[in-house]
C-alpha cells in the first residue's frame, strides 16, 4: 500500500514552488572529491498539497550548460520514500524521456542496492566529475560509484532535459526562472 501511494504521489500533476540561486556558496561534502561548486538553481516539488523534496543544482561557475563538469544534483526528501519507489520512479522517468540504453536494467539494479530508503531531511545527492564518474552520497557519506558515462548524462536528464516531465523545476534548477 505504502508503495502504491508513494507511485501515486510522484506521478499525479504538481505544482512547483521555485527559487533560483540566492547565493554563490560553494559547497562539498567532507567525502566529497568535488569541491567549490556554486549554486545555480533550487526548486521544491509540490504534488497537490504535499511537498515531495528541494532540489539544487551546483556547478563550477554556477552557471548551467549541458553536459557541463563537475556537476552535483541535490535532493532533500521532506516525506518517506521506499528505495524501490524511487528507483521504480527512475524508470518511469526514463520511459517519460523515451531513453533506452542497453545498460538501463543493470543501472536500475545498481540503483537498488546503493540507495537507502529516504525519510524527512534526508539528502541522495549525485556528483558527476570530469572524468563523467557518478558518486551518489546520502547525508554527505559516500553510497558507491557508477563508472559508466552514459548513466549519468541520462540521470541527470530527468531533472535537466528541456524534455523533462517536470519543466518549471528545470528552469529553476538551471537558473532561468
Given at each position: 500500500?505504502?508503495?502504491?501511494?508513494?507511485?501515486?504521489?510522484?506521478?499525479?500533476?504538481?505544482?512547483?514552488?521555485?527559487?533560483?540561486?540566492?547565493?554563490?556558496?560553494?559547497?562539498?561534502?567532507?567525502?566529497?572529491?568535488?569541491?567549490?561548486?556554486?549554486?545555480?538553481?533550487?526548486?521544491?516539488?509540490?504534488?497537490?498539497?504535499?511537498?515531495?523534496?528541494?532540489?539544487?543544482?551546483?556547478?563550477?561557475?554556477?552557471?548551467?550548460?549541458?553536459?557541463?563538469?563537475?556537476?552535483?544534483?541535490?535532493?532533500?526528501?521532506?516525506?518517506?520514500?521506499?528505495?524501490?519507489?524511487?528507483?521504480?520512479?527512475?524508470?518511469?522517468?526514463?520511459?517519460?524521456?523515451?531513453?533506452?540504453?542497453?545498460?538501463?536494467?543493470?543501472?536500475?539494479?545498481?540503483?537498488?542496492?546503493?540507495?537507502?530508503?529516504?525519510?524527512?531531511?534526508?539528502?541522495?545527492?549525485?556528483?558527476?566529475?570530469?572524468?563523467?564518474?557518478?558518486?551518489?552520497?546520502?547525508?554527505?557519506?559516500?553510497?558507491?560509484?557508477?563508472?559508466?558515462?552514459?548513466?549519468?548524462?541520462?540521470?541527470?536528464?530527468?531533472?535537466?532535459?528541456?524534455?523533462?516531465s517536470r519543466p518549471a523545476l528545470r528552469e529553476a534548477l538551471i537558473g532561468s526562472l
Amino acid at each position: 500500500m505504502k508503495r502504491l501511494c508513494t507511485s501515486l504521489l510522484l506521478s499525479l500533476a504538481c505544482t512547483l514552488t521555485v527559487s533560483t540561486a540566492a547565493s554563490n556558496t560553494p559547497v562539498a561534502t567532507a567525502t566529497s572529491p568535488v569541491e567549490n561548486l556554486q549554486l545555480v538553481g533550487e526548486a521544491r516539488l509540490n504534488v497537490m498539497f504535499w511537498s515531495v523534496y528541494n532540489s539544487r543544482l551546483y556547478t563550477e561557475n554556477g552557471r548551467y550548460e549541458n553536459a557541463q563538469r563537475p556537476l552535483r544534483l541535490e535532493i532533500q526528501y521532506l516525506r518517506d520514500f521506499a528505495a524501490q519507489a524511487l528507483v521504480e520512479q527512475t524508470g518511469e522517468e526514463w520511459d517519460h524521456l523515451q531513453l533506452s540504453h542497453e545498460r538501463r536494467d543493470q543501472w536500475l539494479k545498481q540503483l537498488t542496492t546503493l540507495w537507502p530508503d529516504v525519510g524527512k531531511n534526508d539528502v541522495i545527492a549525485l556528483e558527476i566529475d570530469t572524468a563523467n564518474r557518478s558518486t551518489f552520497y546520502f547525508n554527505g557519506e559516500k553510497l558507491g560509484v557508477i563508472d559508466d558515462a552514459d548513466f549519468g548524462e541520462q540521470f541527470v536528464a530527468i531533472w535537466l532535459s528541456p524534455d523533462t516531465s517536470r519543466p518549471a523545476l528545470r528552469e529553476a534548477l538551471i537558473g532561468s526562472l
